[in-house]
């Protein structure tokens, strides 16, 4: 079964935003990445692979609702 991939923010100091999108295992790198400290972290998201600044993140948000169109039945 595939890794199911989030929509994930990531905001810089600066005031720009990356959206990417990225499987479990990738965001739990990143979390502990930025956990641990300073420096540059490889993020490989599913369009291809970020380096990020470390320092320079402001916050990661992570968008975890399903997303529909239309109306759901139960």
């Not at 991939?5 to 502990?32: D, S, T, Y």
């Not at 420096?39 to 529909?68: C, K, M, P």
């Amino acid at each position: 079964m595939a890794e199911r991939a989030e929509r994930v923010e990531i905001g810089f100091a600066g005031g720009q935003v990356a959206a990417v999108r990225l499987g479990e295992q990738a965001l739990a790198r990143l979390r502990e990445a930025l956990s641990n400290g300073d420096g540059w972290h490889e993020l490989e998201a599913e369009d291809g692979t970020l380096t990020l600044d470390l320092a320079s993140v402001a916050f990661v948000r992570v968008e975890r609702a399903d997303q529909s169109i239309g109306f759901a039945g139960p």
